[in-house]
């Protein structure tokens, strides 16, 4: 299981079944810092479903590029999928 004590942690995506509220109650829950945007700070991007986009694919969202870049310049950033994260809940006492 991932630990998110005291980890700076944003959400991108959509987590369905769950939704942003839920999954932000679950991560506060469990100890971490929930941001809308990726920092310096960010330890954690959770990315969820790819929003379809028929014109571009491959197409990433603006908080997903942005970790990439962060980690191209050496921060520490994981980034874990939305399997990982359900997972993770469904492990929890949550």
Do not use: C
């Not at 700070?41 to 986009?53: F, P």
Request: glycine share 6%; proline share 2%; charged share 25%.
């Amino acid at each position: 299981m991932i630990d998110v004590t005291g980890k700076v942690v944003v959400i991108t995506g959509s987590l369905r079944p769950m939704t942003r509220q839920d999954a932000t109650a679950f991560l506060e829950q469990e100890g971490a810092i929930v941001q809308n945007y990726v920092s310096s700070q960010t330890d954690i991007l959770v990315a969820g479903h790819k929003q379809l986009d028929l014109f571009e694919p491959d197409r990433r969202s603006k908080k997903y590029e942005a970790a990439l870049s962060r980690i191209a310049q050496g921060q520490a950033v994981t980034i874990v999928s939305e399997e990982a994260f359900f997972n993770m809940v469904k492990n929890s006492k949550w």
